[in-house]
């Protein structure tokens, strides 16, 4: 039986983004200390509640998560008025661990996604020449290094609802029974 | 003379929201050292890039800035494709500074908006009953000590383009001549 707050939020994904890329933002801990954050598009919510990201794993956030497992994943709804806050703890799977989810991951994407991890490593100084920036890779490439997931466990969520006065605010504890809690807004 | 980045964003801004609220992502530390992350209202931009966020002095945020200062704003323009992430730090300003800025910002709120800093503390458990949670304030009230600004000063701006071929990525540091690095997407 999927959680209270599973269903809420798969139900308002839907409603906004449709077929859209569903868009979220994950903060985590930078090199440094200091929070890091920056959008990211959901390619999948597993029956359990893992939220499934994918990322470059020459990019920090990567290296971040690799570091520090704890993370945070925002999604604003706007045209509902509504954010899930989703608290939790993120592990990245590459070409070194044994997924079959990573392949699978892998064949969902666009072929235009698909060559972003052929690019050189984001975040350097800028290669110039378009020869080095593909724009497209088919399914049937394998997955190369570059390519992994990041696997988000929400340990705790908290749903904001705009649309009433006061706001509704609750707060779900993943584990356990999920008992869900009403807080001030 | 207003810097590369940020006639950029005022600009991506105007383009994106109109008169409708500037949403951004605020990423902080929590209590606990992982990280945490809400969406924000931008309330003003200052000449020099100084973003203004209201708050409630008792929320957990204005507990985290005060305690670290490090904070990253993201704002994700769907219709553009287009995202600012500005790394930085944030100063809470409350009954107890002498700011005019402060009073200002609290003038320029909705009846709506204002209202809320005279409901019950946020994140506590719910308090029942709709006596506690006024709808409207005016602003001939004067701002209550639950009422607070974080005054964001980012230090270093990057802009993602999704929309050219590679992606675009810039990063600039606002101190010094703030000169643009073109990065690999």
New interface residues.
């Given amino acids: 039986m999927a959680a209270g707050w599973l269903d809420a939020l798969l139900e308002s994904l839907a409603r906004e983004f449709g077929d859209r890329p569903r868009?979220a933002?994950l903060?985590?801990?930078g090199r440094d200390?200091?929070?890091?954050?920056?959008?990211v598009i959901c390619r999948g919510i597993e029956p359990g509640g893992m939220q499934v990201f994918v990322s470059d794993a020459r990019s920090e956030k990567n290296f971040e998560l690799r570091k520090r497992a704890?993370?945070?994943v925002?999604y604003?709804l706007?045209s509902q008025r509504v954010?899930f806050?989703l608290?939790g703890v993120a592990a990245v799977g590459g070409a070194g661990d044994d997924m079959t989810r990573r392949v699978e991951v892998w064949r969902d994407l666009s072929d235009a996604t698909r060559a972003?991890f052929f690019?050189?490593?984001?975040?350097?100084?800028?290669?110039e020449g378009?020869g080095e920036?593909p724009?497209r890779v088919g399914p049937e490439v394998e997955p190369p290094e570059s390519f992994e997931l990041i696997m988000f466990l929400p340990m705790s969520v908290e749903r904001l609802d705009l649309n009433v006065?006061?706001h509704d605010?609750r707060r779900w504890h993943t584990s356990g029974d999920a008992a869900e809690?009403?807080?001030?807004?």
């Fill in positions: 868009t933002t903060a985590t801990i200390g200091a929070p890091r954050a920056r959008t704890e993370a945070e925002v604003w706007p954010q806050r608290k972003m690019w050189p490593p984001p975040g350097n100084v800028r290669v378009m920036f724009d006065h006061p605010r809690l009403r807080l001030n807004p």
